[in-house]
């Protein structure tokens, strides 16, 4: 097994985080929810106040409580969504520490946060991005068919924010454009019209985004992406960019092999701390600058798979095939389970472990089937969690 077991990781990482409060939830990929909102019950209960509340906003599909924390004195409004993909949770454990950094800094009397830490709790439950009919509540803008959607429009309506910060986490899927490194997280000043014109709103996302993707670059060799911005009224993030509140979208993704996201989790505390920072500090936005700046971040393509083996022979020529773990949730684990997506596949140009035959004096003891899962014990590939 490659990957470090779960008492290690805890240990190695503790430092960053409280131990004591995080250690339910900051891990793993998955969490249990009802483990999660008590953790953060106990993070609020320290700070309880008329600024400090955590509520019970309304129910999902199936009838799980959602929470909302209203946090902080100041006037500065920012509604915070994240996990309204059930299966996209590394920003949402980065809210655990950015909470109690938050409670603990003289932004608190400068800001008002609104945080939905989990949107679409029955996702989280059964390890999907729909929700429990099925529907992506990131395409469900207009039609606010389901439940969840309809809350986070009414909070957005009643809390009437000044920004919005839309959290998920992206897959492993994304390279640079000339494949050479994977994206460790992205950002996107979304859409606010079909034309795709840079309104007031979105030049003010794309002010901060700047300095998030400069920020986190000082100190690591990470590559910071830029999201695609084609316009989908859909999707919630461009319908509250086109209803004029600067909103940004946070992906956490992930380069190597960091599949507990670990190092994201830290990266997107960081961004969100300097988020905080830049909006406080008010600056001109020079609506020159920061276009050309915010274009000069690299965009992301999808290139890259989790596992490349090269050079694999087949018959009398050889072939490269491609692996994309599943992620499994069973009896509250979640299992990375490989499965064999591709044979040559063009679009494929790195991946987050290569393998390559040619160095290797050993055969590959699996059937080569696109489909199949893939257990390889001459190869190390295996199931982890
Ligand atoms: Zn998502």
């Known amino acids: 097994m490659r990957y470090i077991c779960i008492t290690d990781f805890k240990t190695l990482h503790s430092n960053l985080f409280n131990p004591t409060i995080m250690a339910p939830i900051l891990d793993k990929r998955y969490f249990v929810y009802e483990d999660f909102i008590s953790?953060?019950?106990?993070?609020?209960?320290?700070?309880k106040g008329d600024h400090c509340v955590m509520?019970?906003?309304?129910?999902?599909?199936l009838g799980d409580s959602i929470y909302n924390l209203q946090l902080g004195s100041g006037s500065i409004k920012i509604l915070i969504w994240s996990q309204m993909h059930g299966n996209e949770s590394t920003t949402t454990r980065s809210l655990f520490p950015f909470i109690e950094w938050f409670l603990n800094s003289d932004y608190f009397h400068k800001y008002k946060l609104y945080i939905i830490p989990v949107l679409n709790p029955d996702g989280l439950k059964k390890w999907t991005?729909?929700?429990?009919?099925?529907?992506?509540?990131?395409?469900?803008?207009?039609?606010?068919?389901?439940?969840?959607?309809?809350l986070?429009?009414?909070?957005?309506?009643?809390?009437?924010p000044d920004y919005c910060f839309n959290l998920h986490d992206q897959r492993t899927i994304y390279g640079t454009p000339d494949g050479q490194h994977g994206i460790h997280c992205s950002f996107l000043s979304p859409a606010a019209n079909k034309t795709r014109d840079i309104t007031p709103a979105r030049l003010s996302a794309m002010n901060i985004i700047n300095h998030i993707a400069n920020h986190i670059k000082v100190d690591s060799n990470h590559v910071i992406g830029r999201y695609g911005d084609g316009f989908n009224a859909n999707c919630v993030g461009d319908t509250f960019q086109s209803l004029g509140v600067p909103t940004i979208l946070f992906e956490a993704g992930q380069d190597d092999d960091d599949y507990y996201r670990t190092e994201t989790v830290h990266s997107i505390l960081k961004s969100l701390q300097r988020a905080i920072e830049v909006i406080a500090s008010n600056d001109e936005v020079d609506s020159q600058k920061v276009p050309s700046e915010y274009h000069s971040i690299t965009p992301i393509e999808t290139n890259f798979c989790d596992i490349l083996i090269k050079n694999v022979s087949s018959g009398n020529s050889t072939v490269d095939l491609s692996i994309m773990y599943r992620e499994v949730l069973q009896d509250d684990i979640l299992y990375f389970v490989p499965f064999l997506t591709g044979v040559n596949d063009d679009k494929v140009k790195n991946a987050h472990r290569i393998i390559d035959m040619r160095l290797n004096d050993i055969a590959v003891d699996f059937e080569i089937s696109t489909g199949q899962k893939i257990i390889s014990n001459s190869l190390d590939i295996q199931i982890f969690y």
Do not use: H, M, W, Y
């Not at 953790?39 to 700070?47: E, G, Y």
């Not at 509520?55 to 599909?61: A, D, F, H, I």
């Not at 991005?129 to 469900?140: G, H, P």
């Open 129 to 150: 991005r729909e929700n429990a009919n099925s529907v992506d509540l990131n395409r469900d803008a207009q039609d606010l068919s389901q439940p969840e959607s309809v």
């Open 39 to 47: 953790s953060l019950d106990t993070v609020i209960a320290t700070f």
């Open 55 to 61: 509520n019970e906003l309304g129910k999902s599909v």
């Open 152 to 160: 986070l429009k009414t909070a957005f309506g009643t809390f009437k």
